[in-house]
């Protein structure tokens, strides 16, 4: 009887270390995610940085050289709807 509970004990001591193991390996899967999601939201932050600072020029710039640019991309889109509509009503015949 005495030696049951010794292979008890023996086989749950060897569970509590598999258990061990597995939460280590989570342990350390969870900082290396972790990390990673730092390092992405770090590199997100510097991309929105950058776009801001693109878009301040780009709008300096279009103040600057007057709004041409916006009305002949206007009309060129315009222009482009008109001859999709044509050729649709061409092409139903």
């Known amino acids: 009887m005495h ?3 010794d292979e008890e ?4 001591r060897k ?3 598999q258990l061990r193991n597995v939460t280590q390996e989570i342990e350390s899967e969870a900082k290396y995610k972790n990390d990673f999601l ?3 939201q770090m590199t ?3 991309a929105q940085a950058g776009v801001k600072n693109n ?3 780009l709008n300096k710039s279009i103040i600057r050289e007057g709004s041409n640019h916006v009305m002949h991309v206007v009309l060129f889109a315009l222009l482009c709807f008109f ?3 044509l050729w649709s009503k061409i ?3």
């Not at 004990?9 to 749950?12: D, E, K, R, S």
Request: hydrophobic letters at 50%.
């Open 83 to 85: 001859v999709v509509y």
């Open 38 to 40: 730092n390092q992405l």
């Open 15 to 17: 569970q509590v270390r």
């Open 91 to 93: 092409s139903r015949r």
């Open 44 to 46: 997100l932050i510097n």
């Open 9 to 12: 004990v023996f086989g749950l």
């Open 3 to 5: 030696v049951d509970f």
């Open 55 to 57: 878009m301040r020029r």
